[in-house]
């Protein structure tokens, strides 16, 4: 069971240019979301995921794009990227609601560079 | 919308002492969860403990035990014993709970330093 797996561990890219975070979890957990962690802040949540085919927008949305075809993955994609967006990217699943185990498990994070 | 506060940035705390971070958060909602979370020099985030709003009882995981007092609106972190690989930034967080999923809402974190 590897849990939340996220690649890649570390990227630098150049204003302007596109990539897409990968983030797989093989717990069947049907919820899914993003963060981001600058320095001094926490967390904050930029795209979630109740299962797939469904998407909605978190705290810091914009310059971010996602899909869920699958329930096992939710990759994150950066539209054109910006040295704002210069951060620690953290995917997370937990299982549905209702369960009493809502409880979000973090994937290693990507650290993303953007010159 | 609901915010979590973290007042202490820093502490640091001698081996086998024992210490307490602080943790207040703002709401209007009944049923939740509190969390704290452990973010080592590698960047993972553990998961330390889990509290449910409506359970009067504190939570304990080993070493680590919470004082949670929901009319205050308080959830502070008790570390006893405190180790070197307690080092660490600890994030306290509030899971606001929806019909289909939930949201996570972080502090800004506490620099937790065990000195030998």
């Known amino acids: 069971n590897a849990g939340v797996t996220q690649t890649p561990k570390f990227q630098v890219l150049k204003t302007g240019q596109s990539m897409t975070l990968q983030c797989a979890q093989d717990?069947?957990?049907?919820?899914m979301s993003w963060y981001r962690q600058d320095p001094g802040m926490g967390l904050r949540l930029i795209h979630y995921?109740?299962?797939?085919?469904?998407?909605d927008q978190g705290e810091v949305p914009n310059g971010y794009n996602v899909s869920r075809s699958t329930t096992e993955d939710f990759p994150l994609r950066l539209l054109s990227a910006a040295p704002s967006q210069t951060s620690v990217y953290f995917c997370?699943?937990?299982?549905?609601?209702?369960?009493?185990?809502?409880?979000?498990?973090f994937g290693p994070g990507t650290r993303l560079l953007v010159l | 919308a609901q915010t979590v506060t973290q007042s202490q940035p820093e502490m640091s705390v001698q081996e086998a002492e024992t210490v307490t971070l602080s943790c207040t958060y703002d709401t209007s909602e009944n049923n939740y969860y509190l969390f704290w979370y452990k973010q080592p020099p590698s960047r993972q985030m553990i998961l330390v403990i889990r509290q449910e709003a409506y359970k009067q009882q504190n939570a304990t995981e080993n070493r680590f035990s919470v004082n949670f007092q929901k009319a205050a609106k308080s959830f502070s972190l008790k570390i006893s014993d405190s180790q070197l690989g307690d080092t660490a930034m600890y994030f306290c967080?509030?899971?606001?709970?929806?019909?289909?999923?939930?949201?996570?809402?972080f502090g800004a974190g506490t620099i937790l330093r065990v000195k030998s």
């Open positions: 995921s109740v299962g797939a085919g469904i998407t």
């Open positions: 717990m069947n957990h049907e919820y």
């Open positions: 997370a699943s937990s299982p549905r609601a209702g369960t009493g185990q809502e409880t979000q498990y």
């Open positions: 967080a509030f899971m606001k709970l929806m019909e289909y999923g939930n949201k996570l809402v």
